[in-house]
């Protein structure tokens, strides 16, 4: 608990800023021509002519949580990168 409360500002505010700069990528990538050709295209599940789906059954549980640690993770860890890296311009700019 003493460790989490260590510059707890910092920290939210770099959190929550990397969340925002990534919101606003994901939300210009929705909008752009790549995008709607995509949705006009559509997409279906299965191949043509009632093929069934190819992909192993059991991705279908797998393929979530696959999805939960990237959009968890990539954020984490370009956090920490941000405060190594803001951490070793201090100490450099200390000297």
Excluded: C
């Excluded at 707890?8 to 800023?17: D, E, G, I, K, M």
């Excluded at 994901?26 to 790549?34: T, V, Y």
Aim: glycine share 6%.
């Amino acid at each position: 608990m003493k460790y989490l409360q260590y510059h707890w500002r910092s920290r939210t505010f770099v959190v929550l800023l990397i969340s925002v700069v990534i919101s606003v990528l994901l939300i210009s990538l929705e909008l752009s021509d790549w995008a709607a050709q995509i949705n006009q295209q559509g997409y279906s599940h299965g191949g043509e002519g009632g093929e069934g789906n190819k992909m192993p059954s059991f991705l279908r549980y797998i393929l979530p949580f696959v999805k939960e640690l990237v959009l968890i993770d990539v954020p984490m860890l370009l956090t920490l990168l941000v405060l190594k890296l803001s951490n070793i311009t201090k100490r450099k700019m200390q000297k």
